[in-house]
């Protein structure tokens, strides 16, 4: 199998190392990072205490000589917001929180996994069959080139992973919005975390109305943030898209109502159907 790489530009490295490094994450964090074996990843978010999404992660377990470490690839936009976030989180506890996104940057891979990421550490990625990732000396990432990021959007999009900022907004998605929680993103039996107690209501109550879903776009996808419509009424909002595939944040009970009354749903125009 061909293996192809794309440096991912808009992504950012924040460190978290110390004595109680791994405690202090899982008690903030969606995921179980304790279990976390050196070398492996897993998909999280940070929540607001309203169960929302503030930011989300894959956090990487690497070596360390006292206590436990982690790299966590997240949104470069939010990088410094989320290593300030974590650090009023800190308290007393033993740990030190550090942007690294100057002197880190993150490759995604598919096909089969490089031989070696000198100087850096590869890792599965854990939400879906996207290949690895590999968090490398910024120079070595930025050396690799972003000539191959529109096909690795094409195979995200074509797994339904959203991409936070566009196909969810910020503080405004709840987990089960964004697919967290079949992106193996939510640990439902690990202890408390920040805004555990509305997932776990909405786990249980079945109260998700809204979801990421694939949509297949009539002709070429009109840009992220267009309403997707049943006729007037506005039931959700396209996010991004290769070619004629794309995401869509939507209201599931509303895709039901046009469904059984045979109707159509349009997108700046376009026809848009929502896949099964």
Known sequence: MTNKVAWLEDRGVVRVEGEDASSFLQGL???????LKVGDARYAALLSPQGKILFDMLVVRIPAENGAAYLIDCAAAQAADLAKRLGFYKLRAKVVVADESADHGVVAGWGEEPENATGGIVTRDPRAPLGWRAILPRAKAAAVGAGHVHEYDGLRIALA???GGVDFAYGEAFPHDANLDSLNGVDFDKGCYVGQE??????????ARKRVARVKIAADAPPPGTPVLDGQLAIGTLGSSSGREALAMLRLDRVEDAKA???????????VAVEE
């Open 29 to 35: 964090l969606t995921n179980d990072v304790e279990r």
């Open 161 to 163: 992973v959203p991409k």
């Open 198 to 207: 509305v997932v776990s209501r909405m786990k249980h109550r079945g109260t």
């Open 261 to 271: 009354a045979g109707r159509g749903l349009t997108a700046g125009g376009v026809g």
